[in-house]
């Protein structure tokens, strides 16, 4: 079968500019709306896409400038499951704020309640307003976090795998289960104690497919060992390539076929009929950001007070990747878009406002198509995750305009081929590891 893309839609708020909801036409209203989610689900699926994907935060950051957050994202896809029938539904779950058991627990039944459409991005969380949100003084160091959420995995791994497939028998005659066939994980590691099993029996997909963004070091490790799918982030076709050839070859070392896991880039759209329409869709939006707002963000990803920064100037000087003790992903992607563009401030501004410094392609259906097929077939992307820059419209666009380029073209399928978001990811034959094959996780040493 030849290669295709994936496509994913990142679900946020009114899009991902950050002014979309200023906008008169946005949804901000409807935001508390279940319906609305449902709905842009359901374009998802209509476009064929593999999957829609909620982040997640826990505190409440400059509430003047939008909503970040809303609704909780597992409560919000249980809903999204019963208002579609294929496509994907994948959310955050931070290691650093759950446990394992209770993280476990939560997916596998929104991996019943959808058919086996659940995904997990694997996060560890990086704002000290979120940890003050749940005991802590402050974000436990880079390391320490990559390495709770490695154990964290792990336990989860194994919740998942201590229901064997035919464990229950649900034989009225008085056998509920094999209780030979459930069996405890008795883990006992640096950062958790979970005897199992998980009270949630085997889902459809065994476990739910996982995710994970891994910029920095610890983090492409992580994504390396673990994920099935790599939400990654780059600006430009070369810091693309980049990227995919470390975190491939990482994946080849820790003795995983890389091509059965997908890295998605963020990719922001504006599509118009002529390249001047999409122009103007950017600079309606853009005309509305708040600047106060902007900079202040801006601070935040860089570690620097921007506010005594000129609006018309080159961007200062930044400090080297290695130095920053930040957000890796997003800070590296301003560092590489100051490279590439020189942007004044205002631009940069302009730049981030929409996906904050990920790939944005401006144009007609058929010149996006062009610059996509042209990041997959170079060893930029294995597909990519969709950041529309406002929602619903910005999605509409491109379920209706781009897709069906990319149809014509074989870059992308016309129907889905498999009945859960792992056999639409990875391929129709492909499954969980069944309990009792060897394993990725490591409960048996903990026993």
């Known amino acids: 079968m030849r290669r295709q893309l994936h496509l994913g839609a990142f679900l946020l708020g009114c899009g991902h500019h950050s002014a979309a909801w200023r906008h008169p036409d946005s949804p901000v209203e409807r935001l508390g709306d279940i319906t609305y989610y449902e709905s842009l689900a359901q374009t998802a699926e209509r476009g064929k896409l593999d999957a829609v994907f909620f982040a997640d935060g826990h505190s409440v950051r400059e509430p003047e400038s939008g909503a970040s957050w809303f609704l909780e994202p597992i409560t919000a896809l249980t809903a999204m499951a019963r208002a579609t029938e294929h496509v994907g539904l994948v959310t955050t779950i931070s290691t650093t704020f759950y446990t394992p058991f209770h993280a476990a627990r939560l997916l596998a039944s929104l991996d019943h309640i959808s058919g086996g459409r659940a995904g997990w991005n694997v996060v560890t969380s990086m704002f000290n307003q979120e940890a003050r949100n749940h005991g802590l003084d402050a974000m436990p160091d880079h390391a320490s ?31 509920f ?27 459809p997909q065994g476990r739910p497919v996982l995710f994970q963004a891994g910029a920095s070091e610890q983090g492409r490790e992580l994504a390396a060992r673990r994920a099935e799918a790599i939400y990654a982030v780059a ?58 707002q902007s900079i202040r963000q801006l601070s935040l990803f860089t570690g620097q007070n921007c506010e005594t920064w000129d609006l018309d100037a080159p961007v200062p000087p930044l400090p080297d990747l290695e130095s920053f003790d930040g957000p890796q992903g997003r800070y590296a992607t301003i560092l590489r878009t100051v490279e590439k563009d020189s942007p004044t401030v205002r631009e940069l501004l302009g730049t981030l406002a929409a996906g904050g410094g990920h790939a944005t392609m401006i144009g007609t259906p058929q010149s996006i198509a062009d610059e996509m097929e042209s990041w997959f077939v170079d060893g930029g ?43 639409n990811l990875v391929g129709p034959e492909s499954a969980a590891p069944t309990p009792g094959a060897k394993q990725e996780h490591s409960a048996g040493k903990d026993s």
């Open 177 to 203: 289960a094999d209780a030979t066939k459930i069996h405890r994980i008795g883990h006992e590691g640096k950062n958790f104690r979970v005897d199992g099993p998980l009270t949630v029996p085997r889902s």
């Open 235 to 292: 600006y430009d076709l070369s810091s693309a390539q980049t990227y995919y050839a470390d975190v491939k070859a990482r994946i080849e070392e820790s003795g995983r076929d890389s091509r059965s896991v997908a890295v998605m880039p963020g990719l922001v759209t504006y599509v118009g009929s002529t390249l001047a329409e999409a122009r103007a869709k950017k600079a309606e939006l853009d005309r509305l950001l708040p600047t106060t």
């Open 381 to 423: 992307a294995d597909g990519f995750n969709l950041m529309p820059p406002t929602y619903p419209q910005g999605l509409e666009d491109f379920v209706d305009l781009v897709i069906p380029v990319l149809q014509a073209r074989g870059l992308f399928r016309r129907e889905y081929e498999g009945a859960t978001l792992r056999e």
């Open 145 to 175: 976090r990559y390495e709770r959420a490695d154990e964290f995995v792990d336990v989860a791994l194994a919740l998942w795998d201590s229901w064997s497939e035919d464990a229950l028998i649900l034989d009225r005659q008085g056998r």
